[in-house]
Each structure stands twice: as C-alpha cells, then as structure tokens.
C-alpha cells in the first residue's frame, strides 16, 4: 500500500518554525518590513500574541499590498483589540484601496466595545463614504444600539446612498421604535425610487413581524 | 432571455435591481459578495455581471480582476455599480476590466437601459 | 389569510410571519451563504419555534435581537446546528473524493518531485469514518498510489472521538454506503453485527489531538496537499473563521487545496484562497 504514517519529526519546516517561536518582538517588528513576503506574514502571525506590536501592526498594514499578509496583519490587530487599535484602523476607512477598508471594516465588527463609543463621531463623519463605511459596521457590530444610532441617522442625513445603506441594514436590525425615522425618511426622499423601495421592504418586515 | 449575476452585499439593493432586471425577462442569479459569485459563476454561462464594489472577503475590483484573468468569465460583461461617484472610482474599475459604471442610487430606466444595451431583451 | 385571522393565531402561540422569515433568512444567508427557499418555510419555521421555546422568548422579534445581539454568537451555532443535517458516515459527500483522485491529485502531483509523499489532512476527524473513506477511495480509486506515499493525518479536539477512531470499530448505519466488496475488503465482522476497520488501515492514518485555535497544536502541520474541513468553520464566529484559514492557509504547500462542506462557503471565511471549480465539486485553492 502507499498509504504511509507520518515521519515523527525531522522535517525541516517544523524545525525552523521551532526556531522563530518565542523569537522577540523587536525582531518580529522588523522582520515586518522584510522584502519576502512570506517572512512578513509569519512576523505579523507571531505578534498577534504581543499587544505592544499594535503599532507596528497598523504601521505595516498602510503600506502593505500582499493580500495574505494584509490578512494576516488584520488578523493579528483583531486577536490584540482594544481601544489603541480601533483608533489605528479607523482612520483607514479613507483608504482608497476597497480590500483594505472592507478588512478593516470586518476587524471593526467584531469590536464591538472599543466601536460604540465612537460611533457616533462616525456616522457624522463629513465624508459620506466614510459614513456609509460605518453603516456598514453597524450591519454585524453585536450590539444592542445598532438600530437605535441608524435611526438617528436617518433623522439628519442628506447623502442619498448613506441613507439606503443605513434602510438595509434597518431592514434586517429594525424594530418598532425604528418605524418612525424610515416612515420619515422615505417621505424626505419620496423622488428617489431605490430609497422608496428599500423603505417599503423594512416598513413591512418590521410591521408584519410578530411582536 | 439571458442569465445576469448581481453581485451586491445588500439585500434590498439585490432585490431592487432583480425586480428591474426580472422586468426585462432575464433570469436572475444573487450572490453576496465576489466570491460567492465565483463559486456560483464559474463553469456556467452568463450574459451580464452587475456588481458592487465594497463587499466583504472580496470587493467588486477584485471579482472583476479574476473574472478577466480566468477562462471561464473573460469575456462576460460587467457593470459595477458604486456609491462612488469620484473620478478615481472609476478610473479604478475600468483597470479592472469593468465595461460599464454606474453610480447608486440606480434610476430605474438608467439601470435597465444598460442591461438592455449589454444583454438584450426576452423575446426582443 | 386577512388580518383577523392572523391576529388569532397569534394568539394561539407564537407563530412566524412571512416578514419574520425573511429578515431571518436575509441574516441567516449573510453569516452562512446558505440561502432557504420558500419551500423550506415549514422546516425553518419549526426550528426556530423549538429555539424560542427554547431559549423563552415568545416572539420571534425578541429572540432574533437576542440572538443576534449576542456577544458570545453561542445561539446563532444552535441554530445552524439545527438548521443544518451533521452526520458522519463513510463516503459521505463522495463527489468531493471523486474530485480529489481526478484532477485535483493530477495538480498536485504535477508540482511533486519525485519521492515526495502526497499530505492530505482531515480535520475534525470526528470518528474517522472521514479519513478511513479517503484511505479507501485513494486505494481504489487512485492509481498512482502504486508509485507515490500517501500520509493521512486526521485530527480532532475531542478526544474521545479519536480513541474511537483509532479503535475503528462501525454499527451498520456508518457503512451503509459502503459497496459489500469494500466493506468486506476492508472491514472485520465483529460478532456483534459491527465491523472493524482492517489493521493495516488503522496503523496507516495518523489520528492526533488538535485545537484548530491553539497555535502550538497547528504548528506541526505544514506541508500539507488537501485539506477536507467539512462542516466545522460554519459554526465559528467571523473572527474564528479567519483564524482558521489562515491555519489552512500555512499548513498547505502553494497550490494545496481546500474542501469544504457541502452547505459551507469560503465566501463567509476568507479571501485567501481561489476559487476552483471542477467537474465533480468547488474546492478552494492556496496561490501558487
């Protein structure tokens, strides 16, 4: 048969991964900025376990283009958390580049603690994309005010598309007390058929639900 | 008819242009973000691609970069269709390999004047 | 069905509206990608109702922000759990087997030196009816085995499941897809009515403990060809999922591949691998 039990050690990669483990965070930092690729992307998958590497994390994640250690970057930003980090990341919602900011995007939902408080600022950001970005967040952040600050929203703003956004997520996140600001805002945009639509879908679902 | 793909991480957005592309006759496929698409898209025959840009695990650029870098959807025609209406946005996707940008909130006939144009019409 | 009568029934008990099923489906294929069709209205209804009685909530608006809102994502694994058919049995999912002796074996073998042993890697194992159906479809089904080293390594948190595994011993329904010229190939009747994996299978597959989110148990995984991980990431939270891919990720060779579960869709874990679609199955390939 060729069917074959795995050799016990003596193979190289383990052996080198034995070496870089427990290696120090100063020269995993500088390993961040090596021109292979591969050498990176173990550098930022080894300072996921030192929260004092957030810095050098974001820092690399501005200017990093390799899309396995982007992710590799974001998810070792993700597993540290916090407020530090979620003050680094924000600011790249500006970003021009989609796969960062949908990265970011994603590594922000599941922060829900260090997001709340700044939620607010985001949704009132003077960017209209950088408020449909924060929409966007609220879509998966768990938390109980999601429904509440989108509504909010909807009260003041004037960008069509943050307005659409902000009804999707409504129509899934929506209760009662939200029915108010969508009956509102599709009033307000009565000439725009998408927002009529989308409008109608969560007036609906939130009305013929079960209470 | 033909058979279109929309691509689209909102859910009242896909249903709003399936109701305006199903209005022309055309079959309808939905997918949430650019890798569902592949997974649905590839090995299979499509007349039209409209798709978004931010989505999550794989944004409207990158579906469109490898649809034109594999065999299967080359040549299938895409229309991005963006809350952004900057210069750069679209700059950005015709490097990707995009034929037609449109920008949200869609007008109906707008919309379907371009699915017209790319895909026909049932029975025309 | 008019107002009135709608408003009776929900008096009667907690019901689903048409408007509650689909925001629940709408949410349920964003985490999942698994989309339910009308037709499956009464087979979702019926769970969710067992899980608000479950949890007690009596409205479905009430427990769908419970669950929704929850921190810890434990109810919403619940329910995919119930929202989703789990069973383990040999052969199961075979077109994914049929793929990997096919075309995705060809690629890899074509980027081999020779002497090379081929890693394929089963996690979670469970009982291992999953890495004894790969050993067994690789030696029917596989030609090349004649010439080339295969190592099967499978893996598992629980611990329990793994000493079954290695003891290898089946009850009928495990087995029942099994051809009777496989089952008595490669099986002992034990007298009992259960079969026993042969020895040379069970000294062949190489079953070890492991947590896919504790790095000091991942690490020794590397060089690997084929990933099966069927019916795991869908239970995981998002961060979780990345997590898990990215261990994927550096456990294969450049060029390895992924096979997921039937319901589940790397579009709800990660962006890291390609999309590959053959004749037989998708599977989810690392760049070369």
Not at chain 2, 52 to 75: C, I, T
Request: hydrophobic share 40%; glycine share 6%.
């Amino acid at each position: 048969m060729g069917l074959v039990k795995r050799q016990e050690s003596g193979q190289g990669a383990p052996e080198r991964e034995r070496r870089r483990h427990g290696r120090a965070p100063e020269d995993l930092v500088r390993q961040l900025a090596d021109p292979d690729p591969a050498v990176r992307r173990w550098a930022a998958r080894d300072l996921a376990a030192h929260p004092g590497a957030a810095d050098a994390l974001a820092d690399a994640l501005e200017g990093e283009r390799d899309p396995a250690v982007r992710q590799a970057l974001l998810d070792a930003l993700a597993a540290i958390g916090g407020e530090a980090v979620a003050e680094r990341l924000i600011p790249l919602l500006r970003s021009e580049d989609a796969g960062l900011r949908n990265g970011v995007i994603e590594v922000l939902q599941g922060m829900p603690e260090a997001v709340a408080p700044r939620m607010a600022r985001l949704l009132e950001d003077e960017d209209p994309d950088v408020r449909i970005f924060a929409v966007d967040i609220c879509r998966s952040l768990p938390h109980p005010d999601t429904p509440r600050w989108l509504a909010g929203l909807l009260g003041r703003e004037r960008h069509v598309n943050v307005v659409g956004t902000a009804i999707d997520v409504l129509a899934e996140i929506g209760g009662p007390e939200e029915l108010p600001a969508l009956r509102a805002v599709a009033e307000r945009f009565a000439d725009e058929p998408f927002v009529a639509f989308s409008a109608k879908v969560a007036i609906r679902r939130i009305e013929e639900g079960r209470a | 008819m033909a058979r279109i793909m929309i691509v689209d991480d909102a859910a009242t957005v896909r249903m709003y242009h399936r109701e305006l592309v199903e209005a022309l006759g055309h079959q309808v496929v939905e997918a949430e973000n650019g890798i569902e698409a592949l997974e649905k898209a590839l090995g299979a025959t499509w007349d039209l691609f409209l798709v978004d840009v931010n989505m999550p695990k794989m944004d409207g650029y990158r579906l469109v970069r490898e649809m034109r870098s594999g065999e299967d959807l080359r040549e299938v025609p895409v229309v991005m269709v963006s809350t952004e209406a900057k210069a750069r946005d679209k700059e950005q996707a015709w490097a990707a390999g995009a034929n037609h940008y449109l920008v949200k909130p869609v007008r109906p006939e707008a919309l379907q004047a371009v699915v017209r144009a790319l895909a026909g019409e049932a029975g025309a | 069905m008019s107002a009135g009568a709608t408003e009776t029934r929900a008096c009667a008990q907690p019901a689903i509206s048409d408007a509650d099923f689909e925001r629940f489906r709408d949410f349920f294929y964003r985490k999942t990608g698994i989309y339910f069709e009308d037709s499956k209205r009464y087979f979702v209804d019926k769970r969710l109702l067992e899980r608000m009685r479950a949890t007690g909530h009596d409205s479905f608006r009430s427990y769908f922000t419970f669950m929704r809102f929850q921190a810890s994502g434990e109810e919403l694994q619940r329910l995919i759990d119930l929202m989703t058919v789990n069973e383990t049995y040999f052969f199961r999912e075979d077109y994914q087997f049929r793929c990997l002796v096919g075309p995705v074996l060809d690629e890899v073998l074509e980027r081999k030196r020779p002497g090379d042993p081929v890693r394929i890697w089963s996690i979670p194992c469970s009982t291992g009816e999953e890495p004894y159906s790969i050993a067994i479809w690789l030696l029917e089904h596989w030609p090349p085995i004649e010439r080339v080293d295969v190592e099967i390594l499978a893996s598992d948190i629980d611990t329990q499941a793994l000493a079954r595994a290695r003891e290898g011993v089946y009850g009928r329904r495990s087995v029942q897809r099994l051809p009777k010229a496989l089952l008595t190939k490669y099986f002992e009747p034990l007298p009992d009515g259960r079969w026993r994996i042969v020895r040379e299978l069970r000294e062949a597959v190489d079953f070890r403990r492991v947590n896919l989110s504790d790095p000091a148990d991942t690490r020794p995984y590397r060089r690997i060809d084929v990933i099966f991980c069927r019916n795991l990431l869908i239970y995981f939270d998002d961060a979780s999922r990345r997590q898990a891919a990215e261990v994927f990720y550096d456990a294969l060779n450049p060029g390895g591949f992924v096979f997921l579960g039937h319901s589940e869709s790397m579009s709800r874990i990660s962006s890291l691998f390609r999309v590959r679609r053959f004749e037989e199955a998708v599977a989810y390939q690392k760049p070369v």
